[in-house]
């Protein structure tokens, strides 16, 4: 267990290093994410005065706070559906990875986690600083938020690459799946609130939401750090994150037995 902690520890920083390679890649994200949270604050402070200055529980401070936490963290979280090991499936050379003494999932899951952290450095703490400074972003005044902010947000990214680790499995059975890929980024940006929080939606269709991984990848932990709900509805957010995490991971053990049965290699 010791020896397995370390090599994905390794992994972890790994992808950390590697990511950190891309600096003007991560410039120009930030640039993306500071010109959309701008462009997201004044359609959504136009919707909230509309509606006579509160929608759905939203006032212009609230929707500040969603919109530059959103947006921070919007770098670190896969919601585009595109992975190194869904090539690698396609190419086959997937089956040297499952030929290494180390779990497949394991391995993507600390690679891609280590990657979204660095994201945060250029691209998120950035993003937010700007927009706190120019359009104000008010900020729970329990200090027992923040622990827990930051415990909801390492778990929306974990969930995100434990999802997306789905996504790729699927190329032990299909030919091609960007199309797949192309789905899952429509759904899952409009699901983990992205565009507009989820609590805007009609009642069915928070519940279709609910009963998906996104909001666990975006909405929850902005809802936490924002001060949204109390320390208690924090829990439970943290707590159906977990759960996510839970089940795909198991999913994502069950795909990797079936798909390594299933995989076919052409070629010498």
Request: aromatic residues 10%; without cysteine.
């Amino acid at each position: 267990m010791r020896a397995a902690g370390r090599v994905y520890r390794r992994l972890l920083v790994a992808g950390f290093r590697r990511q950190s390679t891309y600096r003007l890649a991560a410039l120009g994200g930030l640039v993306a994410n500071t010109t959309f949270g701008f462009l997201k604050v004044a359609i959504l402070f136009a919707a909230v005065r509309a509606a006579g200055g509160e929608l759905q529980g939203y006032d212009l401070g609230a929707v500040a706070a969603y919109v530059w936490i959103s947006q921070g963290m919007l770098g670190s979280v896969n919601l585009n559906g595109r992975s190194d090991l869904a090539d690698r499936i396609k190419d086959g050379d997937v089956a040297v990875d499952l030929m290494r003494p180390v779990d497949v999932q394991g391995a993507f899951v600390a690679t891609e986690v280590g990657r979204s952290l660095f994201a945060f450095l250029p691209r998120g703490l950035p993003t937010f600083t700007i927009g706190a400074v120019v359009v104000g972003v008010p900020l729970p005044d329990d200090p027992l938020v923040y622990p827990l902010g930051v415990l909801s947000i390492l778990l929306a990214v974990t969930v995100s690459a434990t999802t997306v680790y789905l996504l790729a499995t699927t190329g032990f059975w299909l030919v091609e799946t960007r199309g797949l890929q192309l789905l899952y980024m429509i759904v899952s940006g409009f699901l983990a609130g992205l565009y507009l929080p989820i609590w805007f939606f009609p009642d069915w269709l928070v519940v279709v939401a609910s009963a998906t991984p996104f909001p666990a990848m975006l909405m929850y932990p902005t809802d936490v750090l924002s001060g949204r709900v109390d320390l208690a509805g924090g829990v439970v957010h943290v707590l159906v994150q977990l759960a996510w995490l839970a089940a795909t991971v198991a999913a994502g053990q069950g795909l990797t037995r079936a798909g390594r049965r299933r995989l076919e290699v052409q070629g010498g």
